[in-house]
């Protein structure tokens, strides 16, 4: 039986450079918070084989949103999850939230994650100076989005039982699967999804989230999901290997 080919996944850390994306009032920054899970949860889908993973930065430095949407399709990856970090007043907001690309059934919260990102935009390149070809790409990501929405519900599930379990203070409040206009995720030509991975705002959160052995169980979260996903996204998108 011929083994089926890697599945080629962009793991994308929001952020990075002068962009600090939002800050903990203990210092903890979200382009550094990303990064470190981002390259655990490479190694994790490296460990258990089956996945091409690609980051779109490793290292401390700026890139541009529509710069990492695009570096996915340059790739050819088959699927996309970018990561972030939340804030909001009050400070007793807390927890993880996992979106997916979508203008219906949204919410105030949900536009309020999408703001916080749009403010941060650098737009450059042809989809800045061509109105047709930016509307182009913001059309690409909706012939995915019923497999988008499994591929959130399913990452929902695996952080539901790695970071959203514990006792009292260990763990954080899953916030559910939403959906939202995320620009990193307008132009993806594959199945993507964006984690809220916490509110750096809330102080139990940030203290979560600096705990090197917390991010060892988010990074396994993530990869968890994307592994259980993996068979939906070969049922559905290459029907020939599934057989």
């Known amino acids: ?7 080629r996944i962009v793991v994308d850390p929001g952020h990075g450079g002068n962009d600090t994306g939002c800050s903990s009032a203990t210092g903890l920054s979200e382009k550094d918070l990303v990064l470190d899970v981002a390259l655990k949860t490479q190694a994790r889908l490296e460990q258990a084989g089956g996945f091409d993973v690609l980051v779109t930065r490793t290292e401390d430095k700026f890139v541009a949103l529509f710069d990492r949407t695009a570096f996915a399709n340059t790739q050819q990856a088959e699927l996309l999850l970018s990561l972030h970090a939340n804030f909001s007043l009050p400070d007793t907001v807390s ?5 997916y690309n979508s203008d219906k059934d949204l919410d105030e919260e ?16 042809e989809t800045a100076r061509n109105p047709l070809a930016r509307f182009l790409w913001n059309l690409t990501q909706e012939k995915y989005l019923e497999q988008s929405s499994r591929f959130a519900d399913q990452m929902q599930r695996s952080l539901a039982r790695t970071v959203g379990k514990g006792e009292g203070d260990q763990k954080l409040p899953n916030r559910g699967v939403r959906s939202q206009v995320f620009h990193v995720l307008n132009g993806a030509a594959m199945p993507a999804v964006l984690v809220e991975m916490g509110f750096l705002s809330c102080p139990r959160d940030d203290s979560l989230l600096q705990d090197p052995a917390f991010r060892d169980k988010y990074a396994d979260g993530l990869a968890a999901g994307i592994v259980d996903y993996a068979p939906y996204y070969r049922a559905e998108s290459r029907p020939q290997a599934a057989r």
């Open 1 to 7: 039986m011929a083994v089926a080919p890697p599945i």
């Open 110 to 125: 949900a536009a309020a994650a999408a703001a916080l990102e749009a403010a941060q935009i650098e737009i450059s390149g």
């Open 95 to 99: 927890g993880f939230e996992v979106y």
